[in-house]
Protein backbone atom coordinates (compact mmCIF):
# COMPACT_ATOMS: atom_id res chain seq x y z
CA UNK A 1 0.00 0.00 0.00
CA UNK A 2 1.49 3.46 -1.20
CA UNK A 3 -0.12 6.57 0.70
CA UNK A 4 0.96 9.97 0.12
CA UNK A 5 1.19 13.37 1.72
CA UNK A 6 2.66 16.77 1.13
CA UNK A 7 6.23 15.19 2.27
CA UNK A 8 5.78 12.95 -0.41
CA UNK A 9 4.73 9.01 -0.49
CA UNK A 10 5.12 6.23 2.35
CA UNK A 11 4.64 3.16 1.48
CA UNK A 12 2.95 0.16 3.96
CA UNK A 13 2.88 -3.20 3.74
CA UNK A 14 -0.33 -3.90 5.48
CA UNK A 15 -2.38 -7.63 6.99
CA UNK A 16 1.78 -8.59 6.51
CA UNK A 17 2.16 -12.90 6.23
CA UNK A 18 5.18 -14.72 6.24
CA UNK A 19 3.91 -18.54 5.18
CA UNK A 20 6.12 -21.52 6.23
CA UNK A 21 6.40 -22.28 3.01
CA UNK A 22 7.67 -18.89 1.70
CA UNK A 23 9.96 -18.55 5.06
CA UNK A 24 13.30 -20.61 4.07
CA UNK A 25 13.35 -19.24 0.58
CA UNK A 26 13.03 -15.71 1.64
CA UNK A 27 16.13 -16.75 3.88
CA UNK A 28 17.88 -17.88 1.84
CA UNK A 29 17.87 -14.42 -0.09
CA UNK A 30 17.85 -12.32 2.73
CA UNK A 31 20.70 -9.70 1.17
CA UNK A 32 18.04 -8.45 -1.49
CA UNK A 33 15.32 -8.88 0.47
CA UNK A 34 16.91 -6.55 3.30
CA UNK A 35 17.31 -3.84 0.51
CA UNK A 36 13.49 -4.14 -0.62
CA UNK A 37 12.31 -3.87 3.24
CA UNK A 38 14.53 -0.98 3.43
CA UNK A 39 11.90 1.10 1.10
CA UNK A 40 9.23 0.61 3.63
CA UNK A 41 8.25 2.54 6.02
CA UNK A 42 6.01 0.79 7.75
CA UNK A 43 5.17 -2.91 8.40
CA UNK A 44 1.79 -4.36 9.68
CA UNK A 45 1.97 -7.76 10.80
CA UNK A 46 -0.94 -10.28 10.84
CA UNK A 47 1.11 -12.77 14.37
CA UNK A 48 4.16 -12.09 16.65
CA UNK A 49 5.60 -14.59 14.24
CA UNK A 50 5.45 -13.00 11.23
CA UNK A 51 6.70 -9.72 13.02
CA UNK A 52 9.92 -11.75 14.31
CA UNK A 53 10.35 -13.10 10.29
CA UNK A 54 10.25 -9.61 9.29
CA UNK A 55 12.59 -8.45 11.69
CA UNK A 56 15.27 -11.27 11.00
CA UNK A 57 14.46 -10.62 7.37
CA UNK A 58 15.97 -7.01 7.83
CA UNK A 59 12.72 -4.91 8.65
CA UNK A 60 13.71 -2.08 11.49
CA UNK A 61 12.70 -3.04 14.90
CA UNK A 62 10.59 0.25 15.00
CA UNK A 63 8.70 -0.17 11.24
CA UNK A 64 7.42 -3.69 12.37
CA UNK A 65 4.03 -3.48 14.57
CA UNK A 66 1.86 -6.32 15.26
CA UNK A 67 -2.00 -5.05 14.41
CA UNK A 68 -3.70 -8.75 13.59
CA UNK A 69 -5.62 -10.57 10.65
CA UNK A 70 -7.76 -8.33 8.89
CA UNK A 71 -9.90 -11.73 7.89
CA UNK A 72 -11.27 -12.00 11.26
CA UNK A 73 -13.28 -8.54 10.50
CA UNK A 74 -15.10 -9.80 8.07
CA UNK A 75 -18.62 -8.59 7.90
CA UNK A 76 -21.40 -11.23 8.39
CA UNK A 77 -23.15 -11.50 5.13
CA UNK A 78 -26.34 -10.40 4.02
CA UNK A 79 -28.56 -13.41 3.50
CA UNK A 80 -29.53 -13.97 -0.07
CA UNK A 81 -32.89 -15.47 -0.78
CA UNK A 82 -31.93 -19.10 -0.88
CA UNK A 83 -30.94 -19.09 2.73
CA UNK A 84 -34.54 -18.77 3.31
CA UNK A 85 -35.72 -20.88 0.94
CA UNK A 86 -33.52 -23.96 2.26
CA UNK A 87 -34.28 -23.15 5.66
CA UNK A 88 -38.14 -23.89 4.98
CA UNK A 89 -37.05 -26.73 2.81
CA UNK A 90 -35.64 -27.99 6.04
CA UNK A 91 -38.20 -27.29 8.28
CA UNK A 92 -40.92 -28.47 5.96
CA UNK A 93 -39.10 -32.21 5.43
CA UNK A 94 -38.02 -32.27 9.02
CA UNK A 95 -34.48 -32.83 7.09
CA UNK A 96 -31.37 -32.98 9.23
CA UNK A 97 -28.80 -32.80 10.50
CA UNK A 98 -27.37 -30.79 7.78
CA UNK A 99 -23.71 -30.90 7.01
CA UNK A 100 -22.68 -27.76 4.88
CA UNK A 101 -19.07 -28.59 3.21
CA UNK A 102 -17.62 -25.46 1.28
CA UNK A 103 -14.66 -24.72 -0.87
CA UNK A 104 -14.23 -28.17 -1.45
CA UNK A 105 -11.05 -29.53 -4.25
CA UNK A 106 -10.14 -32.40 -6.42
CA UNK A 107 -10.14 -35.47 -4.02
CA UNK A 108 -12.23 -33.93 -1.46
CA UNK A 109 -15.81 -34.94 -2.79
CA UNK A 110 -15.42 -38.67 -2.82
CA UNK A 111 -14.36 -38.59 1.01
CA UNK A 112 -16.98 -36.28 2.45
CA UNK A 113 -19.80 -38.17 0.10
CA UNK A 114 -18.05 -41.31 2.15
CA UNK A 115 -18.54 -39.83 4.98
CA UNK A 116 -21.78 -38.66 4.19
CA UNK A 117 -23.49 -41.84 3.58
CA UNK A 118 -22.28 -43.02 6.79
CA UNK A 119 -23.92 -40.39 8.18
CA UNK A 120 -27.28 -41.31 6.77
CA UNK A 121 -27.49 -44.67 8.09
CA UNK A 122 -27.83 -43.86 11.86
CA UNK A 123 -29.43 -40.16 10.53
CA UNK A 124 -31.60 -41.24 7.40
CA UNK A 125 -33.25 -37.52 7.37
CA UNK A 126 -29.39 -35.95 6.79
CA UNK A 127 -28.72 -33.54 4.35
CA UNK A 128 -25.60 -32.27 3.12
CA UNK A 129 -24.99 -29.21 1.09
CA UNK A 130 -21.75 -29.15 -0.90
CA UNK A 131 -20.10 -25.82 -2.63
CA UNK A 132 -16.90 -26.88 -4.55
CA UNK A 133 -14.30 -23.99 -4.55
CA UNK A 134 -14.37 -23.95 -8.38
CA UNK A 135 -17.14 -23.36 -11.05
CA UNK A 136 -15.39 -25.36 -13.66
CA UNK A 137 -15.44 -28.42 -11.11
CA UNK A 138 -19.52 -28.41 -10.65
CA UNK A 139 -19.98 -30.67 -13.59
CA UNK A 140 -17.63 -33.10 -12.74
CA UNK A 141 -18.78 -33.04 -8.78
CA UNK A 142 -22.39 -33.78 -10.23
CA UNK A 143 -21.20 -36.52 -12.47
CA UNK A 144 -19.77 -38.22 -9.02
CA UNK A 145 -22.51 -37.92 -7.18
CA UNK A 146 -24.78 -39.79 -10.02
CA UNK A 147 -21.92 -42.48 -9.89
CA UNK A 148 -22.13 -42.71 -6.39
CA UNK A 149 -26.20 -42.68 -6.49
CA UNK A 150 -26.81 -40.17 -4.24
CA UNK A 151 -29.91 -37.77 -4.73
CA UNK A 152 -28.57 -34.42 -5.50
CA UNK A 153 -30.24 -31.01 -6.57
CA UNK A 154 -28.14 -28.18 -8.17
CA UNK A 155 -28.83 -25.41 -6.86
CA UNK A 156 -29.11 -23.72 -10.22
CA UNK A 157 -32.14 -26.25 -11.17
CA UNK A 158 -33.42 -26.59 -7.50
CA UNK A 159 -36.93 -25.42 -6.88
CA UNK A 160 -37.63 -26.11 -3.58
CA UNK A 161 -37.53 -30.20 -2.86
CA UNK A 162 -37.14 -31.87 0.72
CA UNK A 163 -33.36 -32.16 1.23
CA UNK A 164 -33.69 -35.05 3.47
CA UNK A 165 -31.29 -37.99 2.42
CA UNK A 166 -29.83 -36.35 -0.14
CA UNK A 167 -27.24 -33.54 -1.30
CA UNK A 168 -28.10 -29.57 -2.80
CA UNK A 169 -25.08 -29.24 -4.85
CA UNK A 170 -24.50 -25.46 -5.00
CA UNK A 171 -23.35 -24.39 -8.15
CA UNK A 172 -24.07 -20.49 -8.14
CA UNK A 173 -21.61 -18.08 -6.75
CA UNK A 174 -21.61 -15.80 -3.36
CA UNK A 175 -24.11 -17.78 -1.57
CA UNK A 176 -21.95 -20.40 0.46
CA UNK A 177 -20.69 -17.72 3.17
CA UNK A 178 -24.45 -17.19 4.47
CA UNK A 179 -25.24 -20.86 4.27
CA UNK A 180 -23.15 -21.91 6.93
CA UNK A 181 -25.70 -20.37 8.97
CA UNK A 182 -28.29 -23.40 8.49
CA UNK A 183 -25.34 -26.21 9.29
CA UNK A 184 -25.42 -28.18 11.95
CA UNK A 185 -21.76 -29.17 10.95
CA UNK A 186 -19.11 -27.18 8.71
CA UNK A 187 -16.24 -28.54 7.02
CA UNK A 188 -13.79 -26.26 5.16
CA UNK A 189 -12.15 -27.87 2.47
CA UNK A 190 -8.96 -27.46 0.70
CA UNK A 191 -7.97 -29.41 3.79
CA UNK A 192 -8.34 -33.14 3.41
CA UNK A 193 -5.60 -32.90 0.93
CA UNK A 194 -2.48 -30.82 0.67
CA UNK A 195 -4.42 -27.74 -0.96
CA UNK A 196 -3.05 -25.35 2.30
CA UNK A 197 -6.98 -24.86 3.70
CA UNK A 198 -9.25 -21.91 3.07
CA UNK A 199 -10.79 -19.19 5.55
CA UNK A 200 -12.77 -21.10 8.48
CA UNK A 201 -14.15 -17.76 9.65
CA UNK A 202 -17.79 -17.50 7.69
CA UNK A 203 -18.78 -20.59 10.25
CA UNK A 204 -17.35 -19.24 13.02
CA UNK A 205 -19.32 -16.25 12.48
CA UNK A 206 -22.62 -18.11 12.90
CA UNK A 207 -21.33 -20.39 15.96
CA UNK A 208 -20.92 -23.56 13.77
CA UNK A 209 -18.77 -26.29 15.14
CA UNK A 210 -16.42 -26.85 12.29
CA UNK A 211 -13.95 -29.85 11.02
CA UNK A 212 -11.16 -29.00 8.80
CA UNK A 213 -8.45 -31.68 7.30
CA UNK A 214 -4.66 -31.28 8.13
CA UNK A 215 -3.83 -29.27 5.73
CA UNK A 216 -4.11 -25.89 6.96
CA UNK A 217 -0.91 -24.25 5.79
CA UNK A 218 -2.28 -21.27 4.44
CA UNK A 219 -4.46 -19.84 7.45
CA UNK A 220 -1.85 -21.66 10.04
CA UNK A 221 -2.19 -18.55 12.57
CA UNK A 222 -5.84 -18.61 11.95
CA UNK A 223 -6.37 -22.76 12.68
CA UNK A 224 -3.71 -22.61 15.24
CA UNK A 225 -5.48 -20.32 17.29
CA UNK A 226 -8.91 -22.00 17.01
CA UNK A 227 -6.85 -25.58 17.80
CA UNK A 228 -5.49 -24.00 21.12
CA UNK A 229 -8.96 -22.89 22.34
CA UNK A 230 -10.56 -25.86 21.16
CA UNK A 231 -12.52 -24.40 18.51
CA UNK A 232 -12.07 -26.59 15.64
CA UNK A 233 -11.89 -30.08 14.95
CA UNK A 234 -8.53 -31.24 12.72
CA UNK A 235 -9.15 -34.75 11.36
CA UNK A 236 -7.38 -36.79 8.40
CA UNK A 237 -9.48 -38.74 6.08
CA UNK A 238 -9.76 -41.63 7.36
CA UNK A 239 -11.16 -39.95 11.23
CA UNK A 240 -13.83 -38.16 9.17
CA UNK A 241 -17.10 -39.98 8.84
CA UNK A 242 -16.06 -40.76 12.92
CA UNK A 243 -16.22 -37.34 13.86
CA UNK A 244 -19.16 -36.38 12.18
CA UNK A 245 -20.92 -38.80 13.67
CA UNK A 246 -18.81 -38.34 17.03
CA UNK A 247 -20.48 -34.57 16.89
CA UNK A 248 -23.74 -35.43 15.91
CA UNK A 249 -24.20 -37.84 18.41
CA UNK A 250 -23.25 -35.25 21.07
CA UNK A 251 -25.30 -31.97 20.75
CA UNK A 252 -23.48 -30.63 23.69
CA UNK A 253 -20.24 -30.88 22.55
CA UNK A 254 -21.17 -29.95 19.18
CA UNK A 255 -22.86 -26.90 19.88
CA UNK A 256 -19.99 -25.65 22.64
CA UNK A 257 -17.52 -26.28 19.72
CA UNK A 258 -19.33 -23.80 17.86
CA UNK A 259 -19.64 -21.09 20.81
CA UNK A 260 -15.84 -21.46 21.31
CA UNK A 261 -15.44 -20.58 17.24
CA UNK A 262 -17.49 -17.90 17.77
CA UNK A 263 -16.01 -16.73 20.99
CA UNK A 264 -12.62 -17.37 19.46
CA UNK A 265 -13.45 -15.16 16.53
CA UNK A 266 -15.31 -11.87 18.51
CA UNK A 267 -11.66 -12.32 20.51
CA UNK A 268 -9.53 -11.40 17.48
CA UNK A 269 -12.06 -8.56 15.83
CA UNK A 270 -10.42 -4.96 15.87
CA UNK A 271 -7.35 -5.29 13.10
CA UNK A 272 -9.18 -2.69 10.75
CA UNK A 273 -9.08 0.06 13.37
CA UNK A 274 -5.90 -0.94 14.43
CA UNK A 275 -4.74 -1.25 11.06
CA UNK A 276 -6.22 2.25 10.10
CA UNK A 277 -4.75 4.10 13.50
CA UNK A 278 -1.28 3.06 12.85
CA UNK A 279 -1.75 4.26 9.18
CA UNK A 280 -2.64 7.89 10.11
CA UNK A 281 0.02 7.64 12.73
CA UNK A 282 2.06 6.82 10.09
CA UNK A 283 0.57 9.84 7.74
CA UNK A 284 1.23 12.08 11.06
CA UNK A 285 4.86 11.87 11.27
CA UNK A 286 7.01 14.34 9.68
Known sequence: MRLADASGARIAIVNARISDRSWPRYRRFRGLIRKVLANVDLFLAQTEEDATR????????KRVRVTGNLKFDIPVPAPPAIVESVRESI??????????????????????????????????????????RHPERFRSVAELLEQMSIRFWRRSLWHGEALNGGVLLLDTIGELAALYAL??????????????G???????????????????????????????????????????????????????????LGRRAAETLRSQIGATARTLNELERMMARE
Open 198 to 256: HNIVEPAQYGVATVVGNHTENFRDMVKLFRCRDAVRIVGPAELPLVFLELLANHAERKA
Open 54 to 61: LRDLGAGA
Open 183 to 196: ADIAFVGGSLVPRG
Open 91 to 132: RASAAGPMLVCGSTVEGEEPLLLKAFENVLVPYPGAGMILAP
